[in-house]
C-alpha cells in the first residue's frame, strides 16, 4: 500500500519512479548539487539521539555531527541514521524525522529495508556452496535452473559480478503490471517472466551493468542446490548462526512492518510518500534490518571469515561498473569505495550503505528515508565520513 494520499502518486510519477528505484537507484555524480526546495526538516535543528562514544570514536562525535547534518540539509533528506564501530567502540547517529507529516524523530533502533544490501547475503550463500563443492562459479546457470532468460550459458560468477549481459525485469510490461497494483506481491517466477522477450545487453562478460535479474536467478540457484526455501537457507546459514535477529527477509506483504517512510521527489519537487512493497526485489533486495545487524553484518562480509580463504579472495576481485550504482570497484556481491568493501542500497524511497575497513577493524553504516536524488546520498556522505576517520587511524 501507498503511505499517505494515493492522488500524489501519479501515473507518471510511477513509471519515472519504479524505473529508477528498481534498477537499485543509479545515482548522479558525486559532484552533483542537492534539491533544496523540497520543505524536508534538515540541519542542525533536527533531532538527533544521544550516542554511545567510546575511546577513539569520542574526538569525533562534534565533526560526525556537523559532516552529517550539512549533507542532509545540502541535499534535502528527511533524515539519517548512522552508525560507526571500530573493535567494541561504537558512535551513533539518529539525525531528521521518519514522517514528514509528523516530525517524528528518527531513532537508532529502527528496522530499515537494506535494498541491494540484500545482495551480499545471497550471494555469500552461493559462495558458501562453492566452498562446499556443490557450485561451481565457472558453471553456466542453466547446469542448475531451467527455463533461463537469455542466454543459459551465463556463468555463475558473471551473474554475481555484473557482467552476464541479462536483461533485466524492470521493463514497460512489468511498470505497467506494477502501476495497476502497486501492492500485489509478485512471485520470483513472475519477476523472470517479464524477461521472457527480452534480448540480452551484451556478450557476457564483455561488459559490467547492475542488473537486479542476475541476483534473483542466484536466488533460484541456492533453492535449487539446497532443495530449501531461500529464506529457511538465509535463517539456517548466515541469519541465525550470525545472531542477527532483527534481520528478516520477507517471504509476505505482513512479514515486515517498517515504521519510516521512505520518500522521493516528485514531479514538482516536494518529496512523495513512496510505495510498499518488497516482492518487486526478492534476493536482490527485499531484506530489512537494523543498523546494529547491519553494522555486524558488514564485518564479516568483508573480513572473510564466512568463507574459505581462497574464496574470499576470489570474491574481491573487481572491476568498475560501466553502469549501475557508484562503486570504485564491483566484485562478487560486493562492492569497495575508497578502500572500503561493502555494499549499498536503493528503492522506494530508502538508501543504505555498509562499509568495513579490515586494516582498522572499522565499519560505517548508514541509512536514509529518501532515494531518487541527484546522488546515492549515504555513499556521498560516507566518503566525506572516510576522511573525518582517517585522522584517528
Known sequence: M????????????ALAAVLALVLAGCAGDDGSDGDESNGASTGNDTAVDESTIDDNLESLG??????????????????????????DDELVRAVGVGDLDTDEPLT??????LRS???????????????????????????????VPGDPSVTVRQLADMSSGLPDYT????????????????????????????????EPG??????????????????????QAFADVLDERLLVPLGLDATVYPSGPDDVDVDVIGYAPGDDGDLEDQ???????????????????????????????????????????????????????????????????????????????????VDTDTTVVIVMNVSQLSEHVPTTLFRRLVEVLDTTT
Open 62 to 87: 562534534a565533526t560526525v555531527d556537523e559532516v552529517i547534518d550539512d549533507t542532509l540539509e545540502e541535499f534535502g533528506a528527511p533524515g539519517a541514521v548512522v552508525l560507526i564501530t571500530r573493535g
Open 2 to 13: 501507498l503511505h499517505g494520499s494515493s492522488s500524489r502518486f501519479s501515473t507518471w510519477f
Open 206 to 227: 564483455s561488459e559490467r551493468v547492475y542488473t537486479n535479474l542476475n541476483t534473483v536467478l542466484l536466488g533460484e540457484l541456492v533453492e535449487a542446490v539446497t532443495e
Open 171 to 202: 521493463n514497460e510490461v512489468f511498470v505497467e503490471a506494477f502501476v495497476e497494483d502497486p501492492t500485489r506481491w509478485f512471485t520470483i517466477d513472475e519477476l523472470i517472466a517479464f524477461v521472457d522477450d527480452e534480448p540480452m545487453q551484451f
Open 275 to 357: 510505495p510498499v512493497n518488497f516482492s518487486v526485489f526478492g534476493p536482490a533486495g527485499a531484506m530489512v534490518a537494523t543498523v546494529a545487524d547491519l553494522a555486524a553484518w558488514g564485518r564479516v562480509l568483508a573480513d572473510g571469515s564466512l568463507l574459505d580463504e581462497a574464496t574470499q579472495a576470489a570474491r574481491l576481485e573487481g572491476a568498475p561498473l560501466d553502469e549501475g550504482p557508484v562503486y570504485d570497484e564491483y566484485a562478487l556481491g560486493i562492492g569497495e569505495v575508497a578502500g572500503w568493501w561493502g555494499h549499498t542500497g536503493e528503492g522506494f524511497g530508502f538508501t543504505s550503505l555498509v562499509m568495513h575497513d
Open 108 to 113: 537508532a533502533d529502527g528496522e530499515w529495508p
Open 117 to 147: 544490501i540484500t545482495k551480499t547475503f545471497t550471494v555469500t550463500l552461493v559462495l558458501q556452496l562453492v566452498d562446499e563443492g556443490l557450485v561451481d562459479l565457472d558453471d553456466p546457470i542453466g547446469d542448475y535452473l531451467d527455463d
